[in-house]
């Protein structure tokens, strides 16, 4: 049986050298997902699955996954945000590579990307699903809303939409901004399945991909905590956008290590 609490934690450990080394930030958000990242990049085909990064903030999760599963070498890892690169960067832009074909940064372009993915494996009657990560904050935006409508107009079966509901986002708490809950009721009005699980929980996780509906658009609503892993982290939103001082890094690193 996979350990993905081990691989999580490396994970964790990985991501959080990377943007210490290279004093970026979103930490907090990278966190937050990669429970998620671990579960589905075991499932996934690459060969015949897409994922899009919508939250594109969270490059360097996608990074390290994409290195285990060797579809970038390791030792890339170390460029990433390093003075002077320009393709391991904050933000994916993929420009068709690392085996992925779109990412966004600016919120609420992920899923009309994912739409079109998707519609063309559906005309082309092509195998594999289009797996599209979100931001909850994303859910506030209007393509996206739009694109739940288009999905479900030509019934888009073979997507997965998941939401790394985590109740941050840059300038507070989701609700206080604009409260997007009940999330899955809503979004299950427009037509989609949608299953709502602990985004902490590996076999609920696992388990919520495996019984996605095939007769149309899938959601999955992982809620989740900001800063997973780290106890000053958790549920903090400095730590939305802050480099990571010394001190700071070597407190983490040992709780990881716990």
Same mark, same amino acid.
């Given at each position: 049986?996979?350990?993905?609490?081990?691989?999580?934690?490396?994970?964790?450990?990985?991501?959080?050298?990377?943007?210490?080394?290279?004093?970026?930030?979103?930490?907090?958000?990278?966190?937050?997902?990669?429970?998620?990242?671990?579960?589905?990049? !075991?499932?996934?085909?690459?060969?015949?699955?897409?994922?899009?990064?919508?939250?594109?903030?969270?490059?360097?999760?996608?990074?390290?996954?994409?290195?285990?599963?060797?579809?970038?070498?390791? !030792?890339?890892?170390?460029?990433?945000?390093?003075?002077?690169?320009?393709?391991?960067?904050?933000?994916?832009?993929?420009?068709?590579?690392?085996?992925?074909?779109?990412?966004?940064?600016?919120?609420?372009?992920?899923?009309?990307?994912?739409?079109?993915?998707?519609?063309?494996?559906?005309?082309?009657?092509?195998?594999?699903?289009?797996?599209?990560?979100?931001?909850?904050?994303?859910?506030?935006?209007?393509?996206?809303?739009?694109?739940?409508?288009?999905?479900?107009?030509?019934?888009?079966?073979?997507?997965?939409?998941?939401?790394?509901?985590?109740?941050?986002?840059?300038?507070?708490?989701?609700?206080?901004?604009?409260?997007?809950?009940?999330?899955?009721?809503?979004?299950?009005?427009?037509?989609?399945?949608?299953?709502?699980?602990?985004?902490?929980?590996?076999?609920?996780?696992?388990?919520?991909?495996?019984?996605?509906?095939?007769?149309?658009?899938?959601?999955?609503?992982?809620?989740?905590?900001?800063?997973?892993?780290?106890?000053?982290?958790?549920?903090?939103?400095?730590?939305?956008?802050?480099?990571?001082?010394?001190?700071?890094?070597?407190?983490?690193?040992? !709780?990881?290590?716990?």
């Amino acid at each position: 049986m996979t350990d993905h609490k081990k691989i999580a934690t490396e994970a964790r450990k990985k991501v959080l050298e990377m943007i210490y080394r290279a004093q970026g930030s979103h930490i907090g958000s990278n966190f937050s997902c990669i429970d998620i990242l671990s579960a589905l990049f !075991e499932k996934m085909d690459l060969e015949k699955d897409k994922f899009i990064l919508s939250k594109g903030w969270a490059a360097a999760s996608i990074y390290y996954f994409l290195a285990e599963k060797g579809v970038i070498p390791k !030792e890339d890892l170390e460029r990433y945000c390093r003075p002077g690169e320009e393709e391991y960067i904050g933000l994916i832009e993929p420009r068709g590579k690392f085996g992925l074909e779109f990412a966004g940064g600016s919120m609420g372009y992920g899923l009309p990307a994912g739409i079109g993915f998707a519609l063309g494996k559906k005309l082309n009657n092509e195998e594999g699903k289009i797996h599209v990560l979100l931001s909850d904050g994303e859910m506030q935006i209007g393509t996206t809303w739009e694109s739940i409508l288009i999905a479900k107009q030509y019934n888009l079966s073979n997507l997965i939409a998941w939401i790394d509901n985590n109740r941050l986002q840059a300038m507070g708490r989701t609700k206080d901004i604009l409260d997007i809950e009940p999330l899955d009721e809503r979004v299950k009005s427009f037509g989609w399945a949608v299953q709502r699980v602990d985004g902490h929980n590996f076999e609920k996780i696992k388990s919520a991909l495996q019984s996605a509906s095939n007769s149309s658009p899938n959601m999955i609503i992982c809620d989740t905590i900001k800063g997973k892993g780290v106890s000053f982290m958790e549920n903090n939103n400095l730590w939305h956008y802050a480099n990571i001082k010394q001190d700071d890094y070597e407190k983490a690193l040992v !709780e990881l290590n716990g």
